[in-house]
């Protein structure tokens, strides 16, 4: 009974009436209150940086515990420089438990500790703005030049295809495409602006052989199926046919540099429609890892023959981009790297072993 009482009443977060400052400086104090459940908990440890502090409990009867339901407990720890991480042991008549990001238990696993930076600034302007989300793909075809054509190329082991406007989502909806794209964001600023949007804020956009593009296949390049196709050819895949090599059509639109520079240029000028409007845009970075199809490691093999590409690390043992991923093995078409949560079509990048990847990421920025 305790336990469940309990589990339902405590509360922490990182708000300021919970953590004061939110984000403190190095050496600052920071105030930390946790919320219990009433003459549930005999006493609580605060657990910062390692350090146990004994908390105090609040007597008074506060604006925020007026209705004297909850029991609050108070105390300060001293920011160091870097990563703070706290959590909470409460001792009660019955049980000992923990609380941290995860909840309440009887436990504890200090991977899911509280955690602040010290010093981590975010910026004014982003406080109470109103931001939009927009996922391209999904939101309006001002340019069905650029659409994804069915048969284009294949991707997790299917044929992509075109999706009419109105027909529903499918099952596996990630190789369907809509034709949303950045003219159609462009067309629709002005209504943005009229529902009084302050900031935009777009899913991923760089090229990348899926609808949400979180696996990015070219860091370097908007997506010419969201921006500008300048030069193209006919060649889609024949059925059955899921070699990557064959899909010409999709091999010229996301490698001709005509295509990629124009699409960079639609980007730029929708930055700059948007900003003559107040509005600012943000978009989604992933940087963890890539896609199978990205051109430093081009398992697909899409830039092997394009014209100005370096051979991917798949491709060549001897790849300038080889120590961007971690293979087990020092051969050319090596397919044991490491991956995403093991997922081979998401080669995770190798921050840890290349200050080359580091400082191609931070040029990209």
Request: glycine share 6%; proline share 3%; net charge negative.
């Amino acid at each position: 009974m305790g336990y469940d009482l309990l589990e339902s009443a405590i509360f922490h977060d990182g708000t300021s009436e919970f953590r004061d400052p939110m984000v403190p400086k190095a050496g600052e104090s920071v105030k930390i209150t946790l919320r219990t459940a009433k003459d549930v908990v005999r006493s609580t440890v605060l657990i910062a940086n390692g350090k146990e502090i004994p908390m105090k409990k609040l007597t008074k009867v506060s604006e925020r515990n007026k209705t004297n339901r909850f029991d609050y407990f108070e105390e300060k720890f001293i920011a160091i420089d870097g990563i703070n991480d706290y959590y909470f042991k409460l001792e009660c008549d019955e049980f000992t438990a923990f609380y941290d990001v995860l909840g309440l238990s009887t436990g504890h696993d200090s991977n899911y500790n509280f955690k602040v930076t010290s010093g981590y600034d975010t910026p004014d302007w982003a406080k109470g703005v109103v931001m939009y989300q927009i996922f391209v793909d999904r939101f309006y075809n001002g340019d069905p030049s650029n659409d994804v054509v069915d048969d284009e190329y294949a991707y997790v082991g299917e044929h992509v295809s075109h999706a009419n406007w109105e027909d529903g989502i499918a099952d596996v909806d990630i190789r369907r495409f809509y034709g949303g794209d950045l003219q159609g964001v462009i067309d629709k600023l002005d209504y943005l602006q009229k529902l009084g949007i302050e900031a935009l804020y777009l899913n991923p956009i760089f090229v990348s052989p899926s609808n949400h593009k979180y696996d990015i296949q070219d860091y370097d390049h908007i997506d010419p199926h969201f921006g500008v196709i300048v030069n193209d050819v006919d060649d889609v895949l024949s059925e059955y046919d899921n070699d990557n090599t064959h899909a010409k059509k999709y091999i010229k639109r996301v490698t001709d540099k005509e295509n990629l520079e124009a699409s960079n240029k639609l980007f730029a000028r929708l930055v700059e429609e948007a900003h003559s409007r107040n509005i600012r845009v943000i978009i989604d970075g992933v940087f963890n890892h890539c896609g199978s199809f990205n051109k430093w490691i081009d398992r697909e093999m899409i830039y092997k023959d394009a014209e100005g590409f370096e051979p991917g690390a798949y491709v060549s043992k001897d790849s300038p981009y080889r120590n961007f991923f971690k293979f087990a093995d020092n051969t050319d078409y090596c397919r044991n790297y490491e991956g995403w949560w093991g997922y081979d079509t998401l080669p995770k990048l190798n921050f840890e072993d290349s200050k080359e990847l580091y400082d191609y990421i931070l040029r990209i920025g």
